[in-house]
C-alpha cells in the first residue's frame, strides 16, 4: 500500500486534534524539564500519533481504564512515556498535577510506565523490543475470546534493532493476527547519533513487507495521514499491519529537530523558555502549574 | 511404578485444562520432548507454536495473561532461563504476570544433549528475579500436585522438570504446599536437604550413612523460593550440620539457598553437593552424577566431611 493522503475528516476536528498535539508537546518539554529527567526527542515525536489514537481513533474510557473491550496501547518505546503520560491526562485518566512527579522518588509516573502504580498503562515497558511481543499475545487472546477491540503498538526505530521486534513480527503474520496495528516512530535518530549510522533499519518498511505484513507511510506529523492510515489498518484482514510515521525527532522545538543530544536530555530554564515560545504554549488552556 | 517426570507433567496439564479453560500453552518446537504435545493434540486451539524464539514466546504469554489466560511456557530450562532472560525480568516477572514457565531436561540429566542443553544457572536466574516463584519437584507423584498448585497460584513461576523417571520420594498420600519442605527420613545426626532428582539420591545416601552408624535426616526442598526457613533452622538446631544435594551449579541454587537462611539465623557446619562451578558433557545420567560429584556416595561422603568438621572442632 502506498502512502494515504485523502480522508472525509473534517478541517474542525483536523484544527482540534492539532490543538490537542501542541498541548501535548507542552506537557513534554514541560514535565521532562521540570524533572530534569526523560526523553524529550521521542516523546515529541510521538506526540501526534498518540493525539489521533487517543483523541479519533482508540475505543477507550478514562473512566473504565479496565473496560474489559477497550481498544489496547502498547507503548513498545518505553522511553516515550512523558509523551504517553501527557496524553493520557489530556484525555483525563489522572491530574495534570501528577506530571509534576515525573521521575521523582515515590512518583506514579517512572521514567518508563510501569502498569500498577498508573492507570492507563497496559503493560510496563522500557526494556526496548518487548512490548510488540506483549501485544501480540494480547491480540491472540482476544481472538480466542471472541473479543473485537483493536490492538495498538508504538515502536522506535533504535527499537527495531532489537532482534525480539522481528520474532514478534514473523509470528503476528504466522497467526495472521489482523487484530493489531504496529505504528513505527521513525524519527531517524537514537540516543548515540543517526539510525543511519549506528545501525542502519533501512529499508524498514521493505522489511516489514516481506515479514508478510500490510504496510503504510505517512508523514507521522501530518494528522488526516495518521488517521486515514490508522483507519485503514483496522480494516485489513487476515494480515497484521504497520504504519511506518515518518516523523522529526524532537518535533516542534527548533533546537532540538533531528538532534540525538536531546534523546534523553532534558532542557534546563532557559531552554525551556525557547522551547515553549517555539511550540506557542502557555496560551489559555495549554498550561500545566 | 514411577513414571517420567516429563509424563507425569504432560499429562497433569491436559487433566487441567479439560477443567480450567484459561490454561494455554506456548511451546518453542519441543512439545514432543517436553510433552506437551498431549495438550496441543486435545486443545489445538490453546496451544501456541510459536517456534524456536524464546524471547518473542515469554512476552506473548505476558500479553495473555493480561487477558486472564494462564500461559504455560514450556522450553528447556537453558533456553527459558539464560535466552530469554530479560522477558522472564519485566515481561513476566516485574510486570507480575501469572505466566509459568517450564524449564524443561532441568540440570545435568538432560538426555544425554550436553552442555548447551544442561541448565546448571536457571535456578541461580530465576531465583533473583523478584516476585519470580522456584520450584523443582521431585517425582512424578509431586510434579503432579505441583502442576496443580501453579495453576491455582496467582503469579510468575519457574517449574523445572526433569526428563526421566525417578524413584519416589513423595511419601504415600503426599500432598506439595507451596513453600514448605517435606521430611523424607527422620534422622538425628545429620541432615540432607535435597531438591529435584537429587532428593532421591539423598535417601539413598542415607542408607548408606545408615551402614556407618550415621542417623541421617532427609529433607527434600521442592520450593527453593520462598525457601522453607523454619524446616532449615530446625534441622540446624537438632543435627550436627547440613549437606545440600542439587541438580544445578553449587552457586545460586538450593545451596545457596540454604547458606542463607543458615548464615542469618542458625549457623551450621556445611556442604554443598551439586556442580562445581562447571559446565557439563554428554553421557548417561548414572555416569554424569558420578563423574560430576554428585552420586548418593558423593552425597555421603559430603556428610561425613561434615560431621568430621564439627567434631574436630574446626
Given at each position: 500500500m502506498s502512502r494515504m493522503y485523502s480522508s472525509a475528516l473534517s478541517e474542525q476536528e483536523i484544527y482540534r486534534l492539532e490543538r490537542i498535539a501542541r498541548r501535548i508537546r507542552c506537557h513534554v518539554v514541560r514535565t521532562i524539564s521540570e524533572a530534569g529527567?526523560?526523553?524529550p526527542g521521542g516523546s515529541l515525536s510521538e506526540a501526534d500519533i498518540l493525539t489521533a489514537l487517543y483523541f479519533h481513533v482508540m475505543r477507550v474510557d478514562p473512566q473504565r481504564p479496565?473496560?474489559?473491550d477497550r481498544d489496547r496501547f502498547v507503548l513498545s518505546k518505553g522511553h516515550g512515556a512523558a509523551g504517553l503520560y501527557a496524553i493520557l491526562t489530556e484525555r483525563g485518566y489522572f491530574s495534570p498535577e501528577l506530571l509534576k512527579t515525573f521521575g521523582r522518588i515515590n512518583s506514579a509516573l517512572q521514567v518508563h510506565p510501569d502498569m500498577h502504580m498508573i492507570p492507563g498503562i497496559e503493560i510496563s515497558t522500557g526494556a526496548l523490543g518487548q512490548g510488540l511481543s506483549a501485544a501480540l499475545g494480547i491480540a491472540l487472546a482476544a481472538r480466542l475470546d471472541g473479543k473485537t477491540f483493536h490492538v495498538y503498538c508504538l515502536i522506535g526505530d533504535g527499537e527495531s534493532q532489537e532482534g525480539q521486534v522481528w520474532e514478534a513480527a514473523e509470528a503476528a503474520a504466522h497467526y495472521k493476527v489482523d487484530n493489531l496495528t504496529v505504528i513505527l516512530d521513525?524519527?531517524?535518530?537514537?540516543l548515540m547519533g543517526p539510525v543511519s549510522e549506528i545501525m542502519e533499519v533501512a529499508p524498514v518498511a521493505d522489511k516489514w513487507r516481506s515479514f508478510n505484513w500490510a504496510v503504510m507511510e505517512v508523514d507521522g506529523h501530518d494528522m488526516r495521514q495518521i488517521i486515514t492510515a490508522l483507519e485503514t489498518a483496522r480494516e485489513v484482514k487476515g494480515k497484521p499491519c504497520i504504519v511506518v510515521a515518518h516523523t522529526v525527532k524532537g518535533k516542534g522545538v527548533s533546537y532540538m529537530e533531528g538532534k540525538s543530544a536531546w534523546h534523553g536530555q532534558p532542557p534546563n530554564e532557559e531552554q525551556l523558555a525557547r522551547a515553549l515560545a517555539d511550540l506557542g504554549c502557555g496560551k489559555a488552556g495549554e498550561a500545566h502549574g | 511404578m514411577a513414571e517420567a517426570v516429563r509424563e507425569a507433567f504432560g499429562h497433569t496439564l491436559v487433566q487441567l485444562a479439560r477443567q480450567n479453560a484459561n490454561i494455554v500453552v506456548l511451546d518453542a518446537d519441543l512439545a514432543s520432548s517436553t510433552r506437551v504435545v498431549y495438550f496441543a493434540q486435545e486443545f489445538p486451539e490453546r496451544f501456541f507454536q510459536m517456534g524456536v524464539a524464546e524471547q518473542n514466546m515469554m512476552g506473548v504469554a505476558a500479553g495473555m495473561a493480561l487477558m486472564g489466560k494462564i500461559p504455560?511456557?514450556?522450553?528447556f530450562g537453558v533456553f527459558a532461563s539464560r535466552r530469554a532472560c530479560d522477558q522472564v525480568a519485566i515481561s513476566v516477572a516485574h510486570c507480575r504476570m501469572n505466566v509459568k514457565i517450564v524449564g524443561a531436561y532441568?540440570?545435568?540429566?538432560?538426555?544425554?544433549?550436553?552442555a548447551t542443553h544442561q541448565a546448571v544457572e536457571d535456578v541461580g536466574i530465576m531465583r533473583a528475579i523478584p516476585h519470580m516463584v522456584v520450584i523443582d519437584p521431585a517425582d512424578d507423584v509431586e510434579t503432579e500436585q505441583v502442576v496443580r498448585a501453579v495453576v491455582a497460584y496467582d503469579g510468575p513461576v519457574y517449574l523445572r522438570v526433569t526428563r526421566d523417571v525417578w524413584p519416589r520420594v513423595s511419601p504415600e498420600g503426599y500432598n506439595f504446599v507451596l513453600g514448605k519442605a517435606v521430611q523424607v527420613r527422620e534422622g538425628k545426626d545429620v541432615t540432607l536437604v535435597g531438591s529435584g532428582m537429587m532428593s532421591s539420591q539423598c535417601v539413598e545416601a542415607a542408607h548408606i550413612l545408615f551402614q556407618s552408624g550415621i542417623d541421617a535426616r532427609v529433607l527434600h526442598m521442592p520450593t527453593l523460593k520462598p525457601i522453607d526457613v523454619e524446616v532449615i533452622v530446625k534441622a540446624a538446631e537438632e543435627t550436627s550440620g547440613i549437606v545440600t544435594a542439587e541438580n544445578?551449579?553449587?552457586?545460586?541454587g538450593l545451596g545457596s539457598a540454604v547458606a542463607e537462611v543458615l548464615v542469618e539465623h542458625a549457623p551450621a557446619p556445611m556442604k554443598r553437593v551439586g556442580i562445581q562451578d562447571c559446565y557439563g558433557e554428554c553421557g548417561g545420567n548414572a555416569e554424569l552424577l558420578c563423574k560430576y560429584g554428585m552420586s548418593p556416595q558423593h552425597i555421603a561422603e559430603a556428610a561425613q566431611s561434615v560431621l568430621q568438621k564439627r567434631n574436630s572442632g574446626c
Open positions: 529527567a526523560g526523553h479496565d473496560w474489559e521513525y524519527n531517524g535518530v537514537q | 504455560f511456557v514450556s522450553t532441568s540440570g545435568i540429566v538432560s538426555g544425554n544433549n550436553g544445578h551449579n553449587i552457586y545460586g
